[in-house]
């Protein structure tokens, strides 16, 4: 069965300090890949998407995120957060063909940056 | 307009109540998306729209889910006879391309239905 796994419910960094979220999948096939942000209040925004080329991505807001094959893996990283950075991050794949268009999604990683 | 919009962003319904959640999507987009977004869960697939036809409506949870697009652009959510465990968010969203291929997802902020 197609799902995403993100391993940590939630995680608390200092402002400063690194960043790395993980996200792992299972997929037929190697899908198309996104990380999204929610604030509070707020839609779902994209960070980044990796969809073929270099398996490092750059996105928005200083993050990136490096797609590993072998792992079925799609880790989001930030060299030094600042405190805006709390929020909901979601994981998401999508298919790279065919009529199923949707996106599954996991459970996300709540983030909290302590001053 | 700049962004996906939805009305109202807030809805209270008393159990048994039919309601209607409204999507205004990117101006051109050609597809159109609803998702369910449980408390303290990832979103959820309902539906799937391309211009006005409805090509894919797995998600939706049961017959008193029903959504429509008629002319391609704005699109409307309706659950009937709302039972407590339709409460969620329910967050549409538009992406510029059709066909067989997955493209980036634009979120509207979502309507928060809680059914009492």
């Known amino acids: 069965a197609q799902s995403v796994t993100q391993p940590d419910i939630h995680i608390t960094v200092s402002e400063g300090a690194s960043l790395e979220l993980r996200c792992n999948y299972s997929y037929g096939a190697t899908p198309y890949l996104f990380w999204y942000v929610q604030s509070p209040g707020q839609g779902l925004q994209l960070l980044l998407k990796?969809?073929?080329?270099d398996t490092l991505v750059q996105g928005i807001k200083g993050f990136e995120a490096e797609f590993k094959r072998s792992q079925s893996s799609f880790n989001l990283r930030k060299p030094s957060v600042h405190w805006s950075d709390a929020a909901e991050y979601f994981c998401a794949v999508g298919a790279r063909a065919g009529n199923n268009r949707k996106l599954i999604w996991g459970l996300g990683t709540s983030l909290a940056v302590n001053p | 307009g700049a962004g996906v919009s939805q009305s109202p962003r807030y809805k209270v319904a008393k159990r048994g109540q039919d309601v209607a959640l409204r999507c205004d999507p990117i101006?051109?987009?050609?597809?159109l998306f609803w998702y369910q977004q449980a408390l303290g869960q990832g979103p959820e697939f309902l539906t799937y729209?391309?211009?006005?036809?409805?090509?894919?409506k797995s998600g939706l949870p049961s017959d008193r889910f029903f959504a429509e697009r008629p002319e391609g652009s704005v699109s409307t959510l309706k659950i009937q006879r709302t039972q407590q465990e339709d409460s969620a968010v329910y967050l549409c969203?538009?992406?510029?391309?059709?066909?067989?291929?997955?493209?980036?997802?634009?979120f509207g902020p979502g309507t928060r239905l809680t059914v009492l």
């Open positions: 969203a538009s992406s510029p391309t059709g066909g067989a291929r997955t493209d980036t997802q634009y």
């Open positions: 101006s051109g987009h050609v597809s």
């Open positions: 990796y969809f073929s080329g």
């Open positions: 729209f391309q211009n006005e036809a409805q090509l894919d």
